[in-house]
């Protein structure tokens, strides 16, 4: 029993004023593993006043000193990862295997950010005009209990680099993850208030957040619901915003492409992280005349999906991360039954066996049109819905019929083919034969998955302002 009755505010590790306590909870097993205790806006205020005064120091330093904390950050993760992947097991029910992944992934985030950082020019010259670009200020980052480790690592990484002091509010879901990463930053010895945590709820301490006006911007991840509170929330005192929201991403299949290859991929795209990931292609939208095909290939698929303990090894679907979740789920299952959707594979309830955990089947709808609900809202859960089309154009028209665009995928054997339609698909990303990845290209969303963007260059602009001066080199 783990219990976290601290938070970390100007170097320190402290008792917080808020006396909320809640229950932490392991997905796999129902069972109690720790307690927290929630912050409240008077913490957060202090956290902020920490920041603010820190920032005034900081945002001075040479880049040598901010390179030198993201490779002590990014050291002190690896050090510690075996016990990072223990909490993030444990708490959020991740497969090990994936989890460890995540870890690996959260502190190459810093290593990412050293080589932008090296050549990035804070300063500029435009015909006659000096332009600077200076830290921002005071940072309030959210993430939430998809991936502790990775958001934050993906958002604190630009804020060092560029200058910039942070409040980061994890998920309340993820307080043991959050205790121990602290811990970590703690450890690589980062100057007093540059990193501040706070645990609590969105509305409470990310409600702070959006509204104090010594904060200059807000870097959240999560639902899109959420994202427009913030974006209203924020407006009053004019904070920038980064948003990464929610998805709904196409995965289109093109009638060349090799489809013993695509639709595996596509189911397992679609179930990765259990399925509670903004990016995973939930829609998978193939040739009519080749639906047979596609759902034989999909059976078979899922028959060699392991679902279980995330302790297990080959587990490639754990539980979801609460009671809560799985109930979202089973609504959405069983509304895909209700809107006339055909069940291919899983349905409502528990997997045989795994009753003493939030399992869910992995699911497969077809025949979904896009009028079903299914197809247009964001489960976040193995829930697939299969679409069909009968000519590219319609398959183009499907994909972009939502409204979100935050990842899209396309198969096709034809290059030139796949490059055309990709070009057409209305989203922040869109992947070709196959899940790639660049880590310092920016990721974000169109229409309501988002605003502004993370990684590379890209992600630390946002955490600067630009400054124009005029004359710098006139004498009178």
Not at 25 to 45: F, H, Q, S
Not at 46 to 61: G, L, N, V, Y
């Amino acid at each position: 029993m783990r219990n976290i009755d601290q938070i970390y505010i100007n170097g320190k590790f402290v008792k917080p004023n808020g006396t909320e306590i809640l229950d932490l909870i392991n997905p796999a097993t129902k069972e109690i593993i720790g307690r927290v205790t929630l912050g409240d806006e008077k913490d957060t205020r202090d956290a902020i006043a920490a920041a603010k005064e820190a920032f005034k120091t900081f945002s001075k330093t040479t880049k040598k000193e901010r390179l030198q904390m993201l490779q002590r950050l990014h050291d002190v993760i690896v050090e510690k990862s075996e016990i990072l992947n223990q909490a993030a097991v444990e708490e959020y029910g991740a497969p090990v295997a994936a989890t460890a992944a995540r870890t690996q992934y959260a502190a190459k985030n810093f290593l990412h950010n050293m080589e932008i950082l090296q050549e990035y020019q804070f300063e500029k010259f435009i015909g006659k005009a000096k332009v600077v670009l200076e830290p921002l200020g005071v940072i309030g980052l959210i993430t939430p209990w998809n991936a502790n480790y990775t958001h934050i690592s993906t958002k604190l990484a630009p804020a060092i680099a560029a200058g910039c002091t942070v409040v980061i509010k994890a998920s309340e879901l993820s307080a043991i993850q959050t205790q121990l990463i602290t811990e970590c930053f703690h450890e690589a010895g980062i100057p007093a208030g540059v990193i501040n945590f706070v645990n609590g709820r969105g509305d409470v301490v990310g409600a702070e957040l959006t509204r104090h006006p010594d904060v200059a911007m807000i870097s959240f991840t999560g639902s899109s619901q959420v994202g427009r509170i913030i974006g209203r929330d924020a407006a009053n005192t004019m904070k920038r915003l980064v948003l990464e929201l929610g998805g709904k991403s196409p995965n289109v299949i093109l009638d060349d492409a090799d489809f013993n290859k695509a639709i595996p991929l596509s189911v397992m795209t679609a179930f990765s992280n259990s399925g509670q990931a903004c990016h995973v292609g939930s829609r998978l939208i193939v040739p009519e005349h080749r639906l047979q095909e596609v759902k034989n290939l999909v059976k078979k698929t899922i028959e060699g999906i392991k679902v279980g303990s995330p302790l297990e090894s080959g587990t490639y679907i754990g539980p979801m991360v609460s009671q809560k979740q799985y109930e979202t789920v089973q609504r959405y299952i069983k509304l895909g039954t209700e809107e006339g959707a055909e069940l291919l594979v899983g349905g409502e309830g528990h997997p045989e066996g795994l009753e003493h955990g939030y399992f869910v089947k992995p699911t497969v709808f077809v025949n979904v049109t896009m009028d079903m609900t299914i197809a247009k809202e964001e489960i976040f859960g193995p829930v697939l819905s299969i679409l069909t089309f009968k000519t590219e154009e319609e398959a183009i028209e499907i994909a972009n019929d939502t409204i979100y665009g935050l990842s899209a995928y396309v198969s096709s054997s034809d290059l030139e083919k796949a490059n055309r339609v990709a070009s057409q698909i209305v989203s922040g990303r869109v992947l070709i034969n196959g899940l790639h990845d660049e880590p310092k290209a920016p990721f974000g969303g169109f229409k309501q998955s988002g605003i502004g963007r993370e990684f590379g260059a890209y992600g630390l602009e946002e955490y600067v302002e630009t400054k124009t001066i005029l004359g710098f080199d006139v004498t009178q």
